[in-house]
């Protein structure tokens, strides 16, 4: 009997794993209204960093009852601490902070930038030149973000700038910990690899909110505490698992194509759940963005 493994292995597409896919991307993309809306009633890396160690421990629990061990070699916890600081810890504050100054959309163009950053990043780190498709890529991933700048006319983009700088950011520490994990592989059961990396990089993040923040649990609302909670079992335990799982069913490239439904869902939902605008200069930012992505990645 073919296992799921070997479907994926020979590029075989199981319906499964596009449902799989689908939730995953759908859950990441309503993720970005639902955290623009939180950060009005409860500061950024506060929320952000408890809602993901309380997930991390739920994916524990899931990652014990199938069996996976949750053991980490003595030689690896450096650089399991490393990458998990960048991919999870450096997105997870930097993209909190960017909502600050940034609509939810805005947010999720900028976010689904990351494949782009990984290819450069790899340059340096991995030796992997860029390739002409990636360089032009590139060059489309900035136009779009350059309409995404300068489309509401200069006074706005200023005030834009603080969040357009972290979302790169967030983006940019993503690319480094992918491909730090790509030069140093972790090797560790999938679910107990998501567990210590959203575990290990959302501590610090929960430690400096509490630190520099005020967040007060009598200021959320019904609507927060839902916010809260879809944050911590959707983003951080259902859409992981069903990622996971896409993965064990499909091959790495449909997988990764399949994720660019994450931006339009994050934009669509901005639309209709916070009646953000969803004008010209958003629908181009946001093609323009995708086109490049899908570049990089057929190439």
Same mark, same amino acid.
């Given at each position: 009997?073919?296992?799921?493994?070997?479907?994926?292995?020979?590029?075989?597409?199981?319906?499964?794993?596009?449902?799989?896919?689908?939730?995953?991307?759908?859950?990441?993309?309503? *993720?970005?209204?639902?955290?623009? *809306?939180? #950060?009005?009633?409860?500061? &950024?890396?506060?929320?952000?960093?408890?809602?993901?160690?309380?997930? @991390?421990?739920?994916? %524990?629990?899931?990652?014990?009852?199938?069996?996976?061990?949750?053991?980490?070699?003595? !030689?690896?916890?450096?650089?399991?601490?490393?990458?998990?600081?960048? =991919?999870?810890?450096?997105?997870?504050?930097? /993209?909190?902070?960017?909502?600050?100054?940034?609509?939810?959309? +805005?947010? %999720?163009?900028?976010?689904?930038?990351?494949?782009?950053?990984?290819?450069?990043? !790899?340059?340096?780190?991995?030796?992997?030149?860029?390739?002409?498709?990636? @360089?032009?890529?590139?060059?489309?991933?900035?136009?779009?973000?350059?309409?995404?700048?300068?489309?509401?006319?200069?006074?706005?983009?200023? +005030?834009?700038? &603080?969040?357009?700088?972290?979302?790169? %950011?967030?983006?940019?520490?993503?690319?480094?910990? =992918?491909?730090? =994990?790509?030069?140093?592989?972790?090797?560790?059961?999938?679910?107990?690899?998501?567990?210590?990396?959203?575990?290990?990089?959302?501590? &610090?993040?929960?430690?400096?909110?509490?630190?520099?923040? +005020? &967040?007060?649990?009598?200021?959320?609302?019904?609507?927060?505490?839902?916010? #809260?909670?879809?944050?911590? $079992?959707?983003?951080?335990?259902?859409?992981?698992?069903?990622?996971?799982? !896409?993965?064990?069913?499909?091959?790495?490239?449909?997988?990764?194509?399949?994720?660019?439904?994450?931006?339009?869902?994050?934009?669509? %939902?901005?639309?209709? /759940?916070?009646?953000?605008?969803?004008?010209?200069?958003?629908?181009?930012?946001? =093609?323009?963005?995708?086109?490049?992505?899908? $570049?990089?990645?057929?190439?």
């Amino acid at each position: 009997m073919t296992t799921f493994h070997d479907a994926a292995a020979r590029g075989r597409i199981s319906p499964l794993g596009l449902f799989f896919l689908g939730v995953a991307s759908i859950g990441w993309g309503l *993720n970005f209204p639902i955290m623009k *809306n939180l #950060m009005t009633e409860w500061p &950024p890396l506060s929320a952000r960093g408890l809602s993901g160690i309380i997930g @991390a421990l739920a994916l %524990a629990l899931i990652a014990t009852s199938r069996g996976e061990t949750l053991r980490v070699p003595r !030689a690896m916890w450096s650089r399991l601490i490393l990458v998990s600081m960048l =991919t999870i810890g450096g997105w997870v504050a930097f /993209m909190g902070l960017a909502l600050l100054w940034l609509r939810a959309s +805005d947010a %999720a163009v900028l976010g689904i930038s990351i494949p782009l950053w990984v290819a450069l990043v !790899a340059w340096p780190v991995l030796g992997e030149r860029v390739s002409p498709v990636r @360089a032009i890529a590139l060059l489309i991933a900035l136009a779009g973000i350059a309409v995404l700048i300068g489309g509401s006319g200069f006074d706005a983009s200023l +005030d834009k700038l &603080p969040g357009i700088l972290c979302a790169l %950011a967030g983006a940019v520490c993503v690319a480094f910990g =992918t491909v730090l =994990t790509k030069h140093f592989p972790l090797a560790l059961p999938p679910l107990s690899l998501a567990t210590w990396q959203i575990g290990l990089g959302c501590i &610090p993040v929960a430690v400096a909110g509490l630190a520099f923040e +005020d &967040p007060h649990v009598a200021a959320l609302s019904a609507i927060g505490w839902a916010s #809260m909670i879809y944050m911590t $079992l959707v983003q951080f335990c259902v859409c992981y698992v069903c990622w996971f799982a !896409a993965l064990e069913r499909l091959p790495a490239a449909t997988a990764s194509i399949g994720t660019l439904l994450v931006p339009v869902v994050g934009v669509l %939902a901005s639309a209709a /759940m916070l009646q953000e605008p969803l004008g010209l200069t958003e629908v181009i930012a946001l =093609t323009v963005t995708l086109a490049s992505v899908a $570049l990089a990645l057929r190439s």
